[in-house]
């Protein structure tokens, strides 16, 4: 153990120095998304880094993060004069049960890089380092320190269901571009409450829950409005989603999301799974109707004009790749080898 760390501390400081050393001339904060479990194939790999998280006001707030430049968003790169905002939301320091105390409670002694009870404080990008006590953000700065409007110090956990079928004409054809000539996909898109914008639906993962049962709760919360349904109507509509989400799926993205309200000291991550409806009978059966968190729901074509929350378009790409579907009419470069 290194002299004067804690196990936990040292660990996280080592397994960093070895994860985020420099291979080439990418920066840190793109390396951080290398990690086997986010990627496809090492092709499939866009620029992930901070983006959305360096936006300003914070979401739901006036506060305006330090600028940062995009040469010092790595933690690898020194910055002496870097001088963060401090932002937690007064909803978070209210102390709901989803939410940690502050960092300085005398009562709250977590276990970062490990599950601490039936909390997941581990990251899906490997260990992160825990510095005076906080969790430092895997991807680099983002001018504001603190939790903003999230829960957990560290890695907040989420699971996306990304739920998709063929667009069909009138006769049940498969219609397909007509000019990449391949078929077009649809996906169950939800219209932010808070935002505005247009996204997957999905949401938190309860402490203890496991990953298939959040994506199974949140699609039928948001895009079924299950929360609102009558005892009967939910049985049904139980049985409905079960067959739906018990059939052959693929993880389309495990780690770090690049998202408008991520900290120095707290972060989303996600888990994105596709549930294909290939024959599109399952979904015929379940009239989408917009609940909890969800302002309106619909079916969107799937293109690369789409325009949605955080990095979900990046996901969806990576389902019409799986699923050879059309994205844009830009072939874009050839994979690499």
């Known amino acids: 153990m290194l002299p004067g760390l804690g196990l936990q501390r040292a660990l996280a400081l080592l397994g960093l120095a070895a994860a985020l050393r420099p291979r080439s001339n990418l920066s840190a904060a793109h390396w951080s998304h290398l990690h086997p479990a986010n990627m496809l194939s090492s092709c499939k790999v866009d620029r992930l880094y901070h983006s959305k998280a360096l936006t300003s006001p914070y979401p739901g707030s006036r506060v305006e993060r330090s600028r940062v430049p995009e040469d010092k968003v790595g933690w690898l790169t020194q910055w002496e004069d870097y001088n963060p905002v401090e932002y937690t939301a007064a909803a978070v320091l209210a102390g709901p049960k989803w939410a940690d105390p502050q960092i300085n409670d005398k009562n709250f002694t977590p276990k970062f890089n490990e599950r601490d009870g039936e909390v997941e404080r581990t990251s899906r990008n490997g260990l992160y ?103 009967e109507e939910k049985a049904s509509l139980e049985k409905q989603l079960q067959r739906l989400f018990s059939q052959e799926h693929f993880v389309v993205y495990r780690g770090y999301v690049d998202d408008p309200r991520n900290t120095d000291n707290a972060w989303m991550e996600t888990e994105a799974v596709n549930y294909h409806d290939e024959t599109g009978e399952t979904m015929d059966n379940l009239p989408l109707e917009a609940g909890d968190d969800a302002g309106m729901v619909k079916w969107v074509d799937i293109s690369e004009k789409l325009k949605l929350y955080a990095n979900h378009s990046y996901f969806i790409k990576l389902v019409t790749e799986k699923r050879g579907a059309h994205w844009g009419e830009d072939p874009g470069p050839e994979c690499c080898d």
């Open 129 to 231: 380092v825990v510095e005076n006590g906080r969790p430092r953000n895997p991807t680099g700065r983002t001018g504001l320190t603190g939790r903003g409007l999230l829960g957990r110090w560290g890695p907040n956990h989420a699971a996306d269901p990304i739920v998709t079928r063929w667009k069909r004409d009138g006769s049940g054809n498969k219609i397909a571009h007509p000019v990449t000539g391949k078929n077009i996909l649809q996906f169950v898109a939800i219209k932010r409450r808070d935002c505005g914008e247009w996204a997957i639906p999905g949401g938190m993962v309860d402490p203890g829950e496991k990953i298939s049962a959040t994506l199974k709760r949140e699609f039928g919360e948001e895009a079924l409005n299950s929360l609102q349904k009558s005892p």
